[in-house]
C-alpha cells in the first residue's frame, strides 16, 4: 500500500468525521478512560495520523518515563507497516522522526505559563510550525479554569488543535452527561470528549461532548484489546 491510500483509508477519517471533520486549529480535545485502557495509544494514532500526511507534532509528556511513548510510536507504525505492507517504510518513518518533537515536564514546580511559554518557544523562535499538540498524563485536578482558558487562547492564536488523556478512576467519576467530573468546572474550554469504555471483548469509543453539543453516543470504531489500535466497529 502506498502512503496517499494508508492515509484516505485510515479509521481516523471515520474518527474525524464523527466529530465533525475532526479538531479545527484553536479546539481542546480529550481523551478519558481509567488507566491502561488505550488512552495513549489513540493520542499517538492521532498524532501519527498527521505525522502521514506530513503535518508537525508537539507530543508533550508528563509521565516521568518518556521512553514508553516513543515505543508506543514505533510499535503503533510497525503495527501499520505489518497490516497494511506500506511502501518505503523506511523513508517514511524518518520523516516521522522529523516532524516530531517530544517535550516533557513534571507538574511540580512549574505553571501553565511556563509550559506555555516553552511550547511557543518551540513554535515560534525554534520554527516548528506543530498542526497539533498531545498532551498526555496531564492532572486535571491540579489545575482551574483560568489555566485551560490560557491553553484554549494560546492554541487560538498559534493555530494549533490540542488533544489531551485524562484518567479517571471509576464510572463514579463520570457525571450524568458522561464528562469526567474532574473535568467539571473548565468543562467549557473543552470541544470534544471522547471517553474509551472497556467492554469483555473491544474497548468502545463514544462521544460524551461535540462543541455546543451535549450527547453520549458510540462512535463507529472500536479499540483491539490486544494491539490497542483503532478499527471501525
Given at each position: 500500500?502506498?502512503?496517499?491510500?494508508?492515509i484516505q483509508?485510515?479509521?481516523?477519517?471515520?474518527?474525524?468525521?464523527?466529530?465533525?471533520?475532526?479538531?479545527?486549529?484553536?479546539?481542546?480535545?480529550?481523551?478519558a478512560?481509567?488507566?491502561?485502557?488505550?488512552?495513549?495509544?489513540?493520542?499517538?494514532q492521532?498524532?501519527?495520523?498527521?505525522?502521514?500526511?506530513?503535518?508537525?507534532?508537539?507530543?508533550?509528556?508528563?509521565?516521568?518515563?518518556t521512553?514508553?511513548?516513543?515505543?508506543?510510536?514505533?510499535?503503533?507504525?510497525?503495527?501499520?507497516?505489518?497490516?497494511?505492507?506500506?511502501?518505503?517504510?523506511?523513508?517514511?518513518?524518518?520523516?516521522?522522526?522529523?516532524?516530531?518533537?517530544?517535550?516533557?515536564?513534571?507538574?511540580d514546580?512549574?505553571?501553565?505559563e511556563?509550559?506555555?511559554?516553552?511550547?511557543?518557544?518551540m513554535?515560534?523562535?525554534?520554527?516548528?510550525?506543530?498542526?497539533?499538540?498531545i498532551?498526555?498524563?496531564?492532572?486535571f485536578?491540579r489545575?482551574?479554569?483560568?489555566?485551560?482558558?490560557?491553553?484554549?487562547?494560546?492554541?487560538?492564536?498559534l493555530?494549533?488543535?490540542?488533544?489531551?488523556?485524562?484518567?479517571?478512576?471509576?464510572?463514579?467519576?463520570?457525571?450524568?452527561?458522561?464528562?469526567?467530573?474532574?473535568?467539571?468546572?473548565?468543562?467549557?474550554?473543552?470541544?470534544?470528549?471522547?471517553?474509551?469504555?472497556?467492554?469483555?471483548?473491544?474497548?468502545?469509543?463514544?462521544?460524551?461532548?461535540?462543541?455546543?453539543?451535549?450527547?453520549?453516543?458510540?462512535m463507529?470504531?472500536?479499540?483491539?484489546?490486544?494491539?490497542?489500535?483503532?478499527?471501525?466497529?
Open positions: 500500500m502506498v502512503l496517499s491510500e494508508l483509508r485510515s479509521p481516523i477519517r471515520i474518527f474525524e468525521q464523527s466529530i465533525n471533520g475532526g479538531l479545527k486549529p484553536g479546539e481542546i480535545g480529550v481523551i478512560s481509567p488507566r491502561g485502557v488505550g488512552k495513549t495509544s489513540v493520542l499517538v492521532i498524532a501519527l495520523d498527521k505525522l502521514l500526511q506530513g503535518k508537525k507534532v508537539i507530543h508533550v509528556s508528563f509521565s516521568q518515563q521512553q514508553h511513548i516513543l515505543v508506543w510510536y514505533e510499535d503503533i507504525f510497525s503495527e501499520f507497516i505489518q497490516k497494511k505492507n506500506l511502501e518505503n517504510a523506511d523513508e517514511i518513518k524518518n520523516d516521522l522522526v522529523k516532524n516530531r518533537v517530544l517535550m516533557n515536564f513534571n507538574q514546580g512549574i505553571t501553565i511556563q509550559i506555555i511559554k516553552s511550547l511557543r518557544a513554535t515560534i523562535e525554534g520554527g516548528f510550525k506543530a498542526d497539533s499538540i498532551i498526555d498524563g496531564f492532572d485536578s489545575t482551574d479554569k483560568e489555566n485551560m482558558e490560557a491553553v484554549k487562547t494560546f492554541a487560538t492564536e493555530g494549533v488543535s490540542v488533544w489531551y488523556s485524562c484518567s479517571v478512576g471509576n464510572e463514579n467519576e463520570y457525571d450524568k452527561e458522561n464528562i469526567p467530573v474532574v473535568l467539571g468546572n473548565f468543562a467549557g474550554s473543552m470541544d470534544v470528549v471522547i471517553v474509551l469504555q472497556p467492554k469483555s471483548d473491544h474497548v468502545e469509543l463514544s462521544i460524551s461532548k461535540d462543541r455546543d453539543s451535549i450527547i453520549s453516543k458510540s463507529a470504531m472500536k479499540l483491539d484489546p490486544k494491539t490497542l489500535l483503532i478499527l471501525e466497529a
